[in-house]
């Protein structure tokens, strides 16, 4: 998972204005009857994948959530609860680009909306790995710096 400031989103215009991200890398397994088990989440992060998700094929998108225990390195942030994936999908094939990351937050303490809060790539585990063999694989979670991929405006006042 790729964290930040991401061009449209709703999020708070404070919200990952440094224009740093969080890589986070998560393994998760998709089951069947469309049960997503969350398997680890890379190093030195304060998130742990909190219950199963779920998923479903709809068309050409593959999509699917997991629920998080929330997590803050400056000002990036997740709250706790689901966060939402989506990616392009056809068959068993998934899209080389990076599919998208939402959460579900409530705005003017009425309107349910969905916010982009960052990008993923899927990558698949390479079959001659065990579950606990690709665990250790699993790279740790870093800081990285970066423009904004859209104008941040906001008043300090």
């Known amino acids: 998972m790729d964290i930040g400031r991401e061009k449209n989103t709703w999020m708070d215009p404070r ?28 190093a030195y992060v304060q998130m742990k994948t909190t219950a199963t998700g779920t998923w479903s094929m709809q068309r050409d998108t593959l999509s699917f959530n997991v629920e998080v225990s929330g997590f803050q390195r400056g000002d990036v942030s997740i709250p706790p609860g689901k966060m939402f994936f989506s990616v392009p999908a056809w068959g068993s094939v998934l899209s080389r680009d990076k599919g998208i990351i939402t959460i579900n937050q409530r705005r003017f303490f009425v ?6 809060v960052g990008r993923f790539k899927p990558e698949k585990v390479p079959s001659e790995l065990d579950i606990c063999a690709a665990l ?22």
């Open 15 to 42: 919200w990952a204005a440094s224009g740093k991200r969080m890589e986070i890398p998560l393994m998760i397994e998709f089951k069947k009857n469309g049960i997503v088990q969350p398997l680890g989440v890379g």
């Open 111 to 116: 309107r349910q909306e969905y916010r982009i």
């Open 136 to 157: 250790e694989q699993l790279p740790s979670s870093r800081v990285k710096s970066g423009g904004l991929d859209g104008p941040v405006y906001f008043d300090d006042k």
